[in-house]
């Protein structure tokens, strides 16, 4: 398996334009988790999805982030406008079930200017 | 809510040594799970090693071997034999039995290896 998927790698924007990142979880793991990573927070969820469904958004900032997964192989995080403060790393991962430990993809480098 | 919380930002060790990475965490639950994962400088996560918390016996993965001490609330990752390619964060995670929950972190520990 290629493990957890995300694209791109690599993000530079201006504040205020649109952010897109995307995610391929492992095939057959039916959660998937986003999470913002910076050196002064931290790792944090940001929301997480069982069976395409959203759990818990509780994480997500504030009403400029967005995420949708509209099928069992693909998510979006959605950033709009985006903040020069929204820098930082972003992962998706996946897990099979509740119980297991969750898989990580590369991440993506956000950096707003 | 749980906590978790790792005390050393920072560690270092000597090659060839061996070194503990502390955490510990805060929950009211009888039945969940503990991790350790890695993060490199390629920032890729990576899991280490996982504890049920209904096993007493500690788990271990080759070099790498947890202190469970479960009414202490505490689940230290021992590292023997330190290699270079250890320097990493490393990030003590819980996750509970019950529901839809997801992991919680702690804030980590830079690890360096001294050559």
Known sequence: DAGVIQSPRHEVTEMGQEVTLRCKPI???DYLFWYRQTMMRGLEL??????N??????????????AKMPNASFSTLKIQ?????????YFCASSPGPIYEQFFGPGTRLTVL | AQTVTQSQPEMSVQEAETVTLSCTYDTSESDYYLFWYKQPPSRQMILVIRQEA???QNATENRFSVNFQKAAKSFSLKISDSQLGD?????CAYRSNSGNTPLVFGKGTRLSVIA
């Not at chain 1, 940001?46 to 069976?51: A, C, Q």
């Not at chain 2, 320097?87 to 990030?91: K, P």
């Open chain 1, 27 to 29: 095939s057959g793991h």
């Open chain 1, 46 to 51: 940001l929301i997480y999805f069982n069976n």
């Open chain 1, 53 to 66: 469904v959203p759990i818990d958004d509780s994480g997500m900032p504030e009403d400029r982030f967005s």
């Open chain 1, 81 to 89: 406008p985006s903040e020069p403060r929204d820098s930082a790393v």
């Open chain 2, 54 to 56: 209904y096993k007493q």
């Open chain 2, 87 to 91: 320097a990493a964060m490393y990030f």
